[in-house]
């Protein structure tokens, strides 16, 4: 069966330093993977989604990266984080086609002081 | 643009009733909807996908409808639990292969013994 792993769970961290989140799937090949963030009181955002590696589309131009250096591993990462990066980021896959669930990780908090 | 609207924001109910959660949708032209369950501070969990073709979706105590025409998805749960208690999400696909589901802000539901 499929897993996602995603960590660390909570994380804190101050204003101008960097940001490195990993996601991985175990029991699939080639998944579409994406990052998504939940801000309080907000719905989900859609930050980041990757068909393939190295194949990364952005949906909101952030102070926010992007990586898949493997088929199914996906990395966030800022190089120096703001204030407004705060949030519940969680990362998710797919298989292909588009017709298929959507399944997320267990999520990570983020909180920049 | 789509745009994905839960209400109520908030329910609560008794044990044991039965209720109807909301989803209204923009952009009729979808590729599916799907409703998802999140605990507090976890992740989500696809609960239920319902194809643009599909009318609804049953899985246990939980039926998914969808009005394509009208914009609507229900989701009913039967005889309701405490452990049903968790915030529930909408997200449509738009038509078109798109990658980027649009969420609803979601109903938090509130099961008391």
């Known amino acids: 069966s499929q897993t996602i792993h995603q960590w660390p769970a909570t994380l804190v961290q101050p204003v101008g330093s960097p940001l490195s989140l990993e996601c991985t799937v175990e029991g699939t090949s080639n998944p579409n993977l994406y990052w998504y963030r939940q801000a309080a009181g907000r719905g989900l955002q859609l930050l980041f989604y990757?068909?393939?590696?190295?194949?990364i589309s952005s949906e909101v131009p952030q102070n926010l990266s992007a990586s898949r250096p493997q088929d199914r591993q996906f990395i966030l990462s800022s190089k120096k984080l703001l204030l407004s990066d705060s949030g519940f980021y969680l990362c998710a896959w797919s298989a292909l086609p588009q017709a298929e669930k959507l399944f997320f990780g267990s999520g990570t908090q983020l909180s920049v002081l | 643009k789509q745009e994905v609207t839960q209400i109520p924001a908030a329910l609560s109910v008794p044990e044991g009733e039965n209720l109807v959660l909301n989803c209204s949708f923009t952009?009729?032209?979808?590729?599916?909807l799907q409703w998802f369950r999140q605990d507090p501070g976890k992740g989500l969990t696809s609960l239920l996908l319902i194809q643009s073709s599909q009318r609804e979706q049953t899985s246990g105590r939980l039926n998914a409808s969808l009005d394509k025409s009208s914009g609507r998805s229900t989701l009913y749960i039967a005889a309701s639990q405490p452990g049903d208690s968790a915030t529930y999400l909408c997200a449509v696909r738009p038509a078109g292969g798109s990658e980027k589901l649009v969420f609803g802000k979601g109903t938090k539901l509130t099961v008391n013994p």
């Open positions: 952009d009729s032209a979808i590729y599916n």
């Open positions: 990757s068909v393939g590696i190295g194949q």
